[in-house]
């Protein structure tokens, strides 16, 4: 039974840090979206094909903070 919860708690904390790191990859959408950027679709589209190389991920982030 033991076995079982600690089993079921590494799950969960492993579920935690996957939604944290999906919330920190799409960190430019989600600021494009909440200042109501025009080019949200772009920005979202950019940082979903490139966002795993850190330059598509900057240039991402600048785009969503600078427009």
Known sequence: MQNI??????????????????????????????????NILAIFLLNFFTGWTFVGWIASLIWAVII
């Open 5 to 38: 919860w600690g089993g079921l708690i590494v799950l969960s904390l492993l579920f935690c840090l996957f939604i944290f790191c999906l919330g920190l990859y799409f960190l430019p959408t989600i600021i494009a979206a909440v200042r109501g950027n025009i």
